[in-house]
């Protein structure tokens, strides 16, 4: 168990920080820039960059990392499953499972209780959560099958428990994670949704609901 929570701001291709890519000081790591030139990294925060780019990445991350200075590094966040994470495959990365990107990314030895401090399960996986104050951005954590798989543990249902353990940070949510698509797709029927059930979440939940009332206007099963 993990005592003291330190969050590891950690992209899983690498096992160090990685390189800011563009720019004046594209050789340093994102720990160096925000160590080294606080200008350079109130610049980056000031700019609006392309979607996808270097400079978006290097962005959210300095906006985490700054989120987690002001909370305190010894507090443990909050945390909830992500939805939609399922088409989030660890072969980009260069692993077969998520547990390998966690187990890679940290150096650490795998533990022996599940992220979730209210659960006293073993972990089996690597899990996609968010963690609350994080601006909706994953995280890879060690969690228990029966956590995974529990309609209670999503984030729509609130951030139920803190974490117990370094989370790795992943680059970006995908669109299945954004549009909640994995919630209606795995957990809801046509029947429920045409009822007017509870969205995947509350920010992205009017958006989920116009895809789905085309794909019935369309005849097709969503």
């Known amino acids: 168990m993990v005592r003291t929570f330190v969050m590891l701001l950690l992209f899983p291709l690498c096992l160090s920080f990685p390189k ?49 200075r ?17 088409s989030d495959k660890p072969k ?18 795998w533990p022996r209780l599940c992220a979730y401090s209210d659960c006293k399960n073993i972990p089996n996986l690597g899990g996609h959560v968010y963690m609350k104050g994080e601006r909706q951005m994953p995280f890879i954590v060690p969690i228990c099958k029966s956590c995974n798989l529990s309609p209670s543990r999503d984030y729509n249902k609130g951030y139920s428990a803190p974490t117990r353990h370094v989370a790795v940070a992943l680059p970006a949510p995908t669109g299945d994670m954004v549009d909640g ?42």
Request: one cysteine or more; a positive charge; hydrophobic letters at 30%.
């Open 20 to 68: 800011v890519g563009f720019g004046k000081f594209s050789m340093l790591s994102y720990e160096q820039l925000r160590d080294t030139q606080p200008a350079y990294a109130e610049w980056v925060l000031e700019t609006r960059f392309r979607k996808g780019s270097a400079g978006t990445t290097l962005k959210d991350w300095l906006r985490a990392e700054r989120g987690r």
């Open 181 to 222: 698509k994995g919630y209606f797709s795995k957990r809801k029927t046509r029947k429920d949704m045409q009822a007017g059930g509870a969205g995947p979440c509350r920010l992205h939940k009017g958006k989920a609901k116009r895809a789905v009332g085309k794909a019935v206007k369309r005849g097709r099963r969503h």
């Open 70 to 86: 002001k909370g305190g590094a010894s507090k443990a966040p909050l945390i909830a499953n992500v939805v939609g994470s399922s």
């Open 92 to 109: 980009k990365f260069g692993y077969s499972t998520w547990k390998d990107v966690w187990l890679a990314s940290t150096g650490r030895s």
